[in-house]
């Protein structure tokens, strides 16, 4: 299947990968954890699910709508559609959304106590 990996300071671009357990545990380097952060029904983000835990590099900010953070994700990950019994690549609509809405990595700072991206 065709994934849109996020690795912490790249950009965010497409990969085939395998769709099996051990291949997306390899690509996130750990057991997988799915959220669903975004609007879009079945449009899952697949990550390590100890990245923090076991201080993995920063990668990509989960914001809300008011603008705020609400989780930071450690580690490699990737989005794809988990809408079926297993997961899959998302439609060319998507992956378009996704690849711009991720094109830029980020940094984070803590500014007056609060963790920011810029």
């Known amino acids: 299947?065709?994934?849109?990996?996020?690795?912490?300071?790249?950009?965010?671009?497409?990969?085939?990968?395998?769709?099996?357990?051990?291949?997306?545990?390899?690509?996130?380097?750990?057991?997988?954890?799915?959220?669903?952060?975004f609007e879009d029904q079945y449009v899952g983000l697949v990550c390590n699910e100890e990245g923090k835990l076991n201080g993995l590099p920063l990668n990509r900010a989960i914001i809300d709508k008011d603008g705020e953070i609400i989780d930071v994700i450690a580690g490699k990950a990737f989005i794809c559609d988990c809408s079926a019994d297993e997961l899959q690549s998302l439609n060319p609509e998507l992956t378009e959304k996704y690849l711009k809405m991720f094109e830029h990595p980020v940094k984070f700072m803590l500014y007056n106590g609060k963790l920011i991206t810029i």
């Open 1 to 37: 299947m065709q994934v849109i990996m996020l690795e912490p300071d790249k950009a965010a671009y497409l990969k085939e990968i395998d769709n099996d357990l051990a291949s997306m545990q390899e690509e996130v380097e750990g057991y997988i954890e799915i959220i669903y952060p």
